[in-house]
């Protein structure tokens, strides 16, 4: 038995023949060309990509492929044999086109893309053809802004955080602003840490925010702008949700002041400009709390704060004099806010009293009224009576004008003694007509009277005078004083009488 040749020989022509046969090959296909047009591109995740790959010309016999990365640790995205859920090919087979798109891109998938021809040998396929390769970078939009508020609501002139944050966004870099009212607000930049992932971020903005009564309609908004978005995605906060507006409590008694016994009152309860509007009302007699009471529902301003009213009726009596009714206010679990209203009673005696001194009072007013209305009637009487006077002088009877004569140094006239002080004259002078004496006037003491007779006259003409008066002038006449006696009496054929009065000196 001859023995075998040995086989190594044998497997060395054959590597040997492989690697010249390969050689030989790659000359044989000098019009193939591999096409890989795009040197980048950028896909936002969860949207598709799409990669180019085109072959002309003849070549060899094997499939082409899609890898990721370059060297050993390549990854195949997509070939023709296995499956890939996320990935197909643009155009069907058989063609030269083998453009694929990636459906539902993630950050993962970023990275250099390389569409690669094969060339099967004897013993396994190998690279025969491979294009320039895609870089590929994925961006993330950033979670639509969540904005945050203070755990607890606080009141109005309290400062308080507000804060707007989002996540998973790539690349870094991103815009905050902020708003209130639609009015730009100045905040600090935003604080931006990669996700864990270390391939999206994530961002952190805050702004504090002093809380005012109005505050109760405003509204805060932030607005994050990033490069894959076409617009700013917003966020508004309503800073209500963060607000406390605290009541104010007031007690009215109607009627107000002191009442009489048995008659009833109403405490009313104001409870006015609070924010939210849930309250709870409870009143106290004494501070013994109450169960009748009436309360309205809040009724809400037009600025935006509530107002709500609650009504007791108590009825009055003696021994509740001075009784304390407190309106107690309970606003959002807080202390309690609370009014107090007082009864007061008048005593039926102190009632009495003060109904004597009304009508007093009255009595007084009376009297007072009376007197000033006698008043004025007498001076009307007397100023009627003293233009009646000069109207009765002003047609009083004929007069006579008395000229005092000169006196003389010698001559001396003797006078009798005259207890009355009275002087009397007798006048006689022609008579015009005969008339009756128009007017006497009594005499008194310390006064002068003067008779006046008039002596017939030959001639009957009438007088001029429509009073019919007649004058008499008297001069260088010594008036000599007599007992007195009464007035002459008119003699009816001769004579007329005037008398005058004169006033002693």
């Known amino acids: 038995m001859e023995p ?63 890898v990721k990365g370059s060297g050993s640790d390549n990854q195949t995205v997509y070939e023709q044999k296995g499956s890939f859920p996320r990935v197909m090919r643009a155009v069907p087979d058989p063609s030269n086109d083998f453009t694929i798109r990636i459906s539902n891109v993630s950050l993962e998938d970023a990275g250099t893309y390389y569409c690669v021809k094969l060339r099967k ?34 009141v109005p002139g309290q400062s308080v955080p507000f804060t707007c944050s989002a996540k998973e966004f790539s690349p870094r870099d991103i815009q905050v602003k902020w708003l209130k009212n639609s009015t730009p607000v100045r905040a600090e930049p935003p604080h931006i840490t990669p996700e864990l992932s270390n391939s999206s971020y994530r961002m952190s903005s805050t702004l504090q925010v002093k809380l005012s009564e109005d505050d109760v309609r405003s509204e805060l908004t932030c607005e994050v702008q990033h490069r894959t978005l076409a617009a700013p995605l917003r966020k508004t906060y309503a800073l ?4 406390r507006v605290p009541p104010s409590v007031s007690v009215v008694a109607a009627p107000s002041g002191a009442v009489e016994v048995n008659k009833t009152v109403n405490f009313t309860c104001r409870v006015q400009g609070f924010y939210p509007g849930a309250v709870n009302v409870s009143w106290l007699e004494n501070g013994t709390e109450m169960n009748t009471r009436s309360s309205t529902q809040p009724t809400e301003t037009s600025r935006g ?26 606003h959002e679990d807080q202390e309690p806010i609370s009014g107090t209203g007082i009864l007061r009673v008048t005593p039926p005696a102190l009632r009495e009293s003060n109904e004597g001194l009304i009508g007093d009072s009255k009595s007084l007013i009376y009297v007072a009224v009376g007197v000033v209305c006698t008043v004025l009637a007498l001076l009307v009487i007397a100023i009627l009576y003293l233009i009646r006077t000069k109207q009765s002088k002003g047609k009083s009877s004929p007069s006579a004008r008395l000229h005092e004569p000169e006196k ?44 006046i007779q008039g002596s017939n006259s030959s001639s009957s003409q009438p007088a001029s005078s429509s009073d019919n008066l007649t004058y008499a002038d008297l001069d260088m006449v010594h008036l000599s004083k007599a007992p007195r006696r009464p007035p002459p009496c008119p003699e009816e054929s001769s004579s007329e009488y005037a008398s005058v009065q004169i006033q002693r000196q």
């Open 305 to 330: 704060l509530f107002e709500l009213n609650s009504t007791v009726t108590v009825q009055a009596g003696e021994e509740k004099s001075g009784f304390k009714f407190t309106c107690l206010v309970v």
């Open 240 to 243: 209500h949700q963060a607000l």
């Open 121 to 154: 040998g004897i013993v396994d396929t190998v690279v025969f053809r491979k294009g320039g390769g895609t870089e590929v970078s994925v961006y993330a939009r950033p979670s639509v802004p969540v904005v945050s508020g203070p755990s607890h609501r606080a």
């Open 408 to 451: 003389s140094s010698g001559t001396t006239t003797t006078q009798e003694s005259d207890p009355n002080n009275m002087t009397y004259a007798d006048l006689n002078f022609a008579k015009e007509k005969r008339k009756s004496v128009r007017r006497v006037i009594e005499l008194s003491q310390q006064s002068e009277y003067a008779c």
């Open 4 to 66: 075998r040749p040995p086989a190594w020989p044998l497997l060395c022509l054959l590597l040997l023949c492989q690697s010249s046969c390969a050689g030989v090959g790659a000359q044989t296909y000098p019009d193939f060309k591999l096409q890989q047009p795009q040197s980048s591109e950028v896909v936002i995740k969860g949207d598709t990509l799409t990669l180019n790959c085109t072959a002309s010309g003849s070549g060899p016999v094997g499939a082409v492929k899609w």
